[in-house]
Structures are given as structure tokens and as C-alpha cells.
């Protein structure tokens, strides 16, 4: 019930293009669900966030769609660009910053020009 | 504000050797995380420390693992003895209120 499930494991795009990557969960005690963007050699960093009271948040090019009943969310990358290659992962936790990060997988997204 | 600082940023070391790795995180921050990541496990919870005192350390691997925050702007987590299944990438994280902000991360390589 801790599971955050991430796909795909790996998505290429061409520049321009739409990038969408999916996660679900079963804790329905979460109640933070952020994005991290991680590039060789970094540690993850936040790029956006979302809690259940919204169906969809947007930060310039981002965009987080939630989607409770289902208890699924997915993040859409706008107009991707090569410097958005990196792994991306979503999280889940029951108390935002202040609780243990359930993290996905890791998609690894690639845009080529 | 530096960020989380972490160090060493590589460590490399042999079965059997006792690893120290250090994390000093965001000022102000009351909440500190240890993080590890493998290809195999992903990011992973060790530890979580609120106000310098331990609150969940049920990922904590084993007993050859242990962690303080003796005060709010330093944090240790120890591994002794080490093991090359510790082979990893080790991430502190500090929060306030809202996000966590990881450090750079050390990577440990135990041979």
C-alpha cells in the first residue's frame, strides 16, 4: 500500500513534443504528491507539486493532472526540450515536507532535437 | 542560501572499513531525510530526524547502520562494518514546512 507504480520506465521524445509520465497509487492518506527532476551526478529537485484538493496544477511548461477516484497523476512536459532530458520521479507523502517521500520508480525521458 | 551540503561527495572503500558521511542542511530547516539510491532498490527512506531527534528509521537496512543529528546544522550517517551491497548513492534532504530540497549526494563504493 506504499507503492507509488511510475511508467514508463523510459520515453523519448522529439523536441517540441508532449511528455507524459504516469503514476498511481493505493494509500489514500497521501496527501503531497511532487515531482522531482534528477540529471547525471544531481540529486532530485523539485519541479513541481500538487495536493489532492486540485485536479491540475501548472508551472510554466509543467503540468501535474491528479486525478483522485482513480488515485492516479501524471506529469506533462509542454514543448519538451533537449535540456529536459533527465530521469523524472514522482513521490507521495501523507504530510508534505514533513513525511517520508514514497518515490516511483524513475522515468528516464530523452528529447532529441 | 548554500543548500544541503553533503560530503564527501565520492567515497570509495574496502569491505570491513567503518564510512562516515556528512550532511549539513538548509538553515532553519527542522526536518533532515537520509536517502539512498540504487539501480535496483531506487530512492529509498533510511532515516528521518525532526528537530535533531530520530522519528522513523524503520528503512534503516540494519544494525551496521546508524545515524545522529547531534545539533540542527549537522547530520552523520555511519556504516560500520561496511559491505559492497552498501554500494550506493547516498542523498540527505532537509525541509521547513512544504518541499524537500536534496544535497548532491555522496557515492559510496564499498570493494
Known amino acids: 500500500q506504499q507503492q507509488v507504480k511510475q511508467s514508463p520506465q523510459s520515453l523519448i521524445v522529439q523536441k517540441g513534443g508532449i511528455s507524459i509520465i504516469n503514476c498511481a497509487y493505493e494509500?489514500?492518506?497521501?496527501?503531497?504528491f511532487p515531482w522531482y527532476q534528477q540529471f547525471p551526478g544531481k540529486g532530485p529537485a523539485l519541479l513541481i507539486a500538487?495536493?489532492?484538493?486540485?485536479s491540475e496544477k501548472k508551472e510554466g511548461r509543467f503540468t501535474i493532472s491528479f486525478n483522485k477516484s482513480a488515485k492516479q497523476f501524471s506529469l506533462h512536459i509542454m514543448d519538451s526540450q533537449p535540456g529536459d532530458s533527465a530521469t523524472y520521479f514522482c513521490?507521495?507523502?501523507?504530510?508534505?515536507?514533513?513525511?517520508?517521500?514514497?518515490f516511483g520508480t524513475g522515468t528516464r525521458l530523452q528529447v532529441f532535437p | 542560501d548554500a543548500g544541503v551540503i553533503q560530503s564527501p561527495r565520492h567515497e570509495v572503500t574496502e569491505m570491513g572499513q567503518e564510512v562516515t558521511l556528512r550532511c549539513k542542511p538548509i538553515?532553519?530547516?527542522?526536518?533532515l531525510f537520509w536517502y539512498r539510491q540504487t539501480m535496483m532498490r531506487g530512492l529509498e527512506l533510511l532515516i528521518y530526524?525532526?528537530?535533531?531527534?530520530?522519528?522513523?528509521d524503520s528503512g534503516m537496512p540494519e544494525d551496521r547502520f546508524s545515524a545522529k543529528m547531534p545539533n540542527a546544522s549537522f547530520s552523520t550517517l555511519k556504516i560500520q562494518p561496511s559491505e559492497p551491497r552498501d554500494s550506493a548513492v547516498y542523498f540527505c534532504?532537509?525541509?521547513?514546512?512544504?518541499?524537500?530540497?536534496f544535497g548532491p549526494g555522496t557515492r559510496l563504493t564499498v570493494l
Open positions: 494509500n489514500t492518506a497521501f496527501d503531497y
Open positions: 500538487i495536493r489532492p484538493d486540485v
Open positions: 534532504a532537509s525541509s521547513l514546512v512544504d518541499a524537500q530540497f
Open positions: 538553515s532553519g530547516h527542522d526536518y
Open positions: 530526524f525532526n528537530n535533531n531527534v530520530p522519528i522513523d
Open positions: 513521490a507521495a507523502s501523507s504530510a508534505s515536507g514533513t513525511d517520508k517521500l514514497i
